[in-house]
């Protein structure tokens, strides 16, 4: 019934959790309820309830040809500010919002962490020990592969692989935060991305600690919107 189908974020999730009811299972059971954006809620909801946190690369999702990433940084360098960003976790997800890595990274050798900024991070002490955060080597090299021959989208994404030490083919980039179309709500500064999510998504994310593969998936899908208009600026 419409009633059924309107189906909130929520019950969906706990169906997934508490039922042991599969994603694939829910969407088909519910629909695809739909924003004026095309987003599915049901589908954005059952790929955060299959996120597995700190897994490395995904064994089965398909990478395809656009990923969308999304790094948390902690602080670092002179006190009290600690205002150098080190890559602290990092999130990929395919075009379908499908997570595709995710993973913690150990702070390299000697650096001290002055400031993990967890409320906006989501980072704490202890997701960064050696047992279970990755070095950054292996990262960096993971990332890298998932990155070669294929469309980068981000949000200010330039700041992702700066903490990364990545480059990538300008061509290749499409940057959420650079969209004329999504600066008009901010007079042509760069908006913020929970801001987008919530006026052209109606998706609320950040309302605490950040979660990468939160903001990877809103990227993703701010861009599936805005997909014609993105490749044919980046023709010209």
């Known amino acids: 019934t419409p009633t059924d189908r309107r189906t909130s974020s929520t019950t969906a999730s706990s169906l997934i959790r508490d039922h042991d009811i599969s994603p694939a299972d829910l969407v088909a059971a519910y629909g695809t309820t739909q924003h004026r954006s095309g987003a599915s809620l049901a589908q954005r909801d059952a790929s955060s309830a299959a996120d597995n946190i700190n897994a490395g690369l995904h064994p089965s999702h398909k990478v395809g040809k ?34 595709l890595y995710d993973s913690y990274v150990q702070p390299p ?18 997701h960064l020990n050696p047992d279970i955060a990755r070095p950054f080597t292996e ?10 021959g294929r469309i980068l989208v981000g949000h200010a994404i330039r700041n992702d692989l700066s903490v990364l030490m990545l480059s990538h083919p300008k061509r290749d980039v499409r940057d959420t935060a650079r969209h004329a ?17 919530k006026e052209e998504l109606g998706w609320t994310i950040q309302t605490g600690e950040h979660s990468s593969l939160e903001d990877a998936r809103a990227t993703m899908m701010l861009f599936r919107k805005e997909k014609k208009v993105f490749e044919e600026e980046n023709r010209k």
């Not at 400031?115 to 002490?125: F, L």
Request: glycine share 8%.
């Open 109 to 126: 050798p000697g650096v001290i962490v002055g400031d993990y900024r967890t409320t906006w991070s989501g980072i704490k002490p202890e």
């Open 66 to 99: 656009y990923i969308a990433i999304d790094c948390e940084m902690v602080g670092t360098g002179a006190a009290p500010d600690y205002s150098d960003s080190l890559l602290a976790r990092v999130s990929v997800v395919n075009f379908h919002g499908e997570q």
């Open 139 to 148: 990262v960096q090299k993971d990332v890298s592969s998932l990155l070669t």
């Open 181 to 197: 179309a999504f600066r008009i709500a901010s007079k042509g500064k760069a908006p913020a991305l929970r801001n987008l999510a």
